[in-house]
């Protein structure tokens, strides 16, 4: 499957500060979602966007399609010690489709 | 029902050996695929049913891979001979009819030694 690419690998942030992270693709894709991974645990869905140019919340993240179908933003506000994890960028062609994940962003939120 | 349940949580075997894993979805769910991932990677497609019909493979399951899901309801993935490049997460996931995202799984933990 195609590879996405995200960004940033890692960020260290304190208590309160806001947090932004990005995934590219070559390929285009129909869905953009994004997933959060505790240690020994599996992915949880955050969010799931479906149009380009969507933009959705929930709670204190937004994300958003973008408009080429390529990329897609997360961003986490006022973050907290427990939204320390790895999040997971995914795309998906089609309802049903097998996803492809990017590698990674691993954040750290120290109080 | 609580969600996408694995069993067993971790394993160790010796290189050479057969090992299964179990993967009960969610009841309503028709849609079960599983995932490999390693330390430092996101999860990497492996293979996908709808029902009890195997629908896709990646090439990454090799001929030592095999899946069955026989009445559409639980699913088992089972890997012979096993190498240690075989030493990852094993994440199963399902989702109802039409419908994106899935639910994952804690996912089976293989060590080959």
């Known amino acids: 499957g195609q590879q996405l690419n995200q960004s940033p690998q890692s960020m260290f942030i304190q208590e309160g500060e806001d947090v932004s992270m990005n995934c590219t693709s070559s390929?285009?894709?129909?869905?953009w979602l994004w997933y959060k991974q505790d240690p020994g645990e599996g992915p949880v869905l955050l969010i799931a966007l479906y149009k380009a140019g969507e933009l959705t919340s929930n709670g204190r993240l937004t994300a958003q399609f973008g408009i080429t179908r390529k990329d897609s933003f997360l961003n986490i506000s006022a973050s907290i010690p427990s939204d320390v994890g790895i999040y997971f960028c995914a795309g998906q062609g089609g309802s049903g489709y097998a996803l492809n994940f990017g590698k990674g962003t691993s954040l750290l939120v120290t109080p | 029902d609580t969600g996408v349940s694995q069993n067993p949580r971790h394993k160790i075997t010796k290189r050479g050996q057969n090992v299964t894993f179990r993967c009960d979805p969610i009841?309503?769910?028709?849609?079960l695929y599983w995932y490999r991932q390693t330390l430092g990677q996101g999860p990497e497609f492996l293979t996908y049913f709808q029902n009890e019909a195997q629908l896709e493979k990646s090439r990454l399951l090799s001929d030592r891979f095999s899946a069955e899901r026989p009445k559409g309801s639980f699913s088992t993935l089972e890997i012979q001979r096993t190498e240690q490049g075989d030493s990852a997460m094993y994440l199963c996931?399902?989702?109802?009819?039409?419908?994106?995202?899935?639910?994952f799984g804690s996912g089976t933990r293989l060590t080959v030694v």
């Open positions: 009841s309503e769910h028709n849609r």
């Open positions: 996931a399902s989702s109802p009819g039409a419908s994106y995202g899935y639910t």
């Open positions: 390929s285009i894709f129909n869905t």
